[in-house]
C-alpha cells in the first residue's frame, strides 16, 4: 500500500547499495516488455550541503529510484543529465534497467573476438522463457557485467532453438525483444524491490509463460470509484491478412517466413499485406515463420488499446499491482463505449507528480490462452 506522494533515491547501479533519499517530484512510466523511463527536476537550494549532487548523480554509474515506505515503484539507470542556463536546478532523466542490455552486446566473452565461433550463443531444446534466462545470463556474465539482478528459477527446457552469432554484433535487449515479439514468446519485466535491510535494491526478473499476471482474483477498477476516467485507441493502420518476415540470404536466396489468414478478405475486406523488416539476420525459417504467426495474431484485427485513469489513493493502490496483471474495468457507458465490464492486462504505468491522486494505465486485451 502506497502513501503518496513518493520520493526519490539515488544509488550505485552495479551493487544496488542507496546512497542518498531527497524529496523531489518524479514522473515516471513502467512498461512490460521495454524499458520504460522517468524524470525529475531537482532544485539545488534543497539538496543538503553534505550531499554531492554531481557525485551521486553520475550517468550509468548511478540509479534513481521511486520509493514509497517499503515499496519501490520504478528504478532505473541515470543516463541523461542537465542543468539549464539561468536556472537553479538540475534535470534527471533514468531509462528503465533494460536499458543496460540494450548496450551489451550479446556474445560470449573471452580471450577471442566476437567473429570467434566461441563468441557464438547457440541454445537448443530450450523453452522460449529459458531462451530469455540464457540471453540474460550470457548478457551478466561478461567483465564487469554483474548487476544487483535476481533470476528465476524456471524450467528452460523445450523444443526450440536459437543461434545468436558473436559478428552480429546485436545487443541483449534487442535479441529479448525480438523474443517477446515471437509466437508464444515471454513477457518480460524488470521489478525492483528493496533487499531485507532495505539498504539496497535489487531487481526481479519475471519472466512469463508466456504472459505475466498476478496470482489470485483481478484487480477491479468502477466507474465513480477507483475509474476516473477511460478511453480506447483502435489503430487500423497496421491491420493486416498476410504477414512476411525476411531473414537472412539476398534475392532468390532470401529466406521470408509467412503467415496468411484470409478470413476478413472473404467477408469484404481488401487484402492487406505487411513486411516485418527486424529479422533480417534470421538464418531458421521455422523461426522466421513463428514470428509471422505472432505478429499476424496483434495485425489481423488492427491494435486496439485501452487507456484508464484510476486512483491511487484508494484500493487497488498504485504499487500494490504490476506491468502483466489482469484487470477488470467497468467505464461509463455511452455511444462509443458499450456497457458492460473489460477485462484487459496491464501493459504500462504511469505516475505524474503533478497529478499525485491519480495514475494512467495502458491496457490490452487479455491473450485468449490465459
Known amino acids: 500500500m502506497v502513501n503518496l506522494p513518493p520520493h526519490l533515491l539515488l544509488g550505485h547501479l552495479r551493487t544496488g547499495e542507496v546512497v542518498t533519499e531527497l524529496d523531489a517530484p518524479v514522473d515516471f512510466t513502467d512498461?512490460?516488455?521495454?524499458?520504460?523511463?522517468?524524470?525529475?527536476?531537482?532544485?539545488?537550494?534543497?539538496?543538503?550541503?553534505?550531499?554531492?549532487?554531481?557525485?551521486?548523480?553520475?550517468?550509468?554509474?548511478?540509479?534513481?529510484?521511486?520509493?514509497?515506505?517499503?515499496?519501490?515503484?520504478?528504478?532505473?539507470?541515470?543516463?541523461?543529465?542537465?542543468?539549464?542556463?539561468?536556472?537553479?536546478?538540475?534535470?534527471?532523466?533514468?531509462?528503465g534497467l533494460w536499458a543496460v542490455f540494450d548496450h551489451r552486446v550479446l556474445a560470449r566473452y573471452g580471450s577471442w573476438g566476437f567473429t570467434d565461433p566461441r563468441a557464438d550463443l547457440v541454445l537448443t531444446y530450450r523453452s522460449l522463457p529459458g531462451v530469455a534466462l540464457d540471453i540474460v545470463r550470457t548478457a551478466l556474465d561478461r567483465p564487469h557485467g554483474e548487476l544487483p539482478l535476481v533470476l528465476p528459477n524456471l524450467n528452460s527446457s523445450g523444443d526450440e532453438t536459437r543461434s545468436y552469432y558473436g559478428y552480429e554484433l546485436a545487443t541483449a535487449g534487442e535479441r529479448l525483444t525480438q523474443l517477446t515479439q515471437a509466437e508464444a514468446g515471454p513477457d518480460l519485466h524488470f521489478m525492483p524491490r528493496f533487499t531485507a535491510d532495505r539498504s539496497r535494491i535489487e531487481?526481479?526478473?519475471?519472466?512469463?509463460?508466456?504472459?505475466?499476471?498476478?496470482?489470485?482474483?483481478?484487480?477491479?477498477?468502477?466507474?465513480?470509484?477507483?475509474?476516473?476516467?477511460?478511453?480506447?485507441?483502435?489503430?487500423?493502420?497496421?491491420?493486416?491478412?498476410?504477414?512476411?518476415?525476411?531473414?537472412?540470404?539476398?534475392?532468390?536466396?532470401?529466406?521470408i517466413g509467412r503467415a496468411s489468414n484470409d478470413a476478413r478478405p472473404r467477408a469484404g475486406w481488401p487484402a492487406l499485406d505487411t513486411v516485418i523488416t527486424s529479422h533480417s539476420s534470421e538464418r531458421q525459417p521455422d523461426v522466421l515463420d513463428a514470428h509471422a504467426r505472432a505478429?499476424?495474431?496483434?495485425?489481423?484485427?488492427?491494435?486496439?488499446?485501452?487507456?484508464?485513469?484510476?486512483?491511487?489513493?484508494?484500493?487497488?493502490?498504485?504499487?500494490?499491482?504490476?506491468?502483466?496483471?489482469?484487470?477488470?474495468?467497468?467505464?461509463?457507458?455511452?455511444?462509443?463505449?458499450?456497457?458492460?465490464?473489460r477485462r484487459r492486462r496491464i501493459t504500462s504505468i504511469t505516475y505524474r507528480a503533478s497529478t499525485p491522486t491519480t495514475a494512467e494505465l495502458g491496457l490490452a486485451p487479455v491473450p485468449a490462452t490465459t
Open 31 to 95: 512498461q512490460l516488455s521495454a524499458s520504460g523511463s522517468a524524470r525529475t527536476t531537482i532544485s539545488l537550494d534543497a539538496v543538503p550541503a553534505d550531499v554531492d549532487l554531481l557525485a551521486v548523480t553520475a550517468p550509468w554509474r548511478h540509479f534513481m529510484a521511486v520509493a514509497d515506505a517499503d515499496t519501490v515503484l520504478w528504478a532505473g539507470p541515470l543516463v541523461p543529465r542537465t542543468r539549464p542556463p539561468a536556472a537553479g536546478e538540475i534535470t534527471l532523466s533514468a531509462a
Open 295 to 341: 505478429y499476424l495474431d496483434v495485425v489481423r484485427t488492427g491494435i486496439t488499446r485501452d487507456s484508464a485513469t484510476v486512483r491511487t489513493d484508494t484500493a487497488p493502490r498504485l504499487g500494490s499491482y504490476l506491468v502483466g496483471d489482469h484487470v477488470v474495468l467497468t467505464p461509463r457507458a455511452d455511444r462509443a463505449t458499450p456497457a458492460g465490464q
Open 203 to 255: 531487481w526481479v526478473l519475471r519472466v512469463g509463460t508466456p504472459v505475466l499476471s498476478q496470482r489470485g482474483v483481478d484487480f477491479h477498477f468502477d466507474d465513480g470509484r477507483q475509474l476516473v476516467a477511460y478511453g480506447w485507441d483502435e489503430d487500423g493502420s497496421v491491420m493486416a491478412d498476410t504477414v512476411l518476415v525476411p531473414g537472412d540470404g539476398v534475392e532468390r536466396g532470401r529466406l
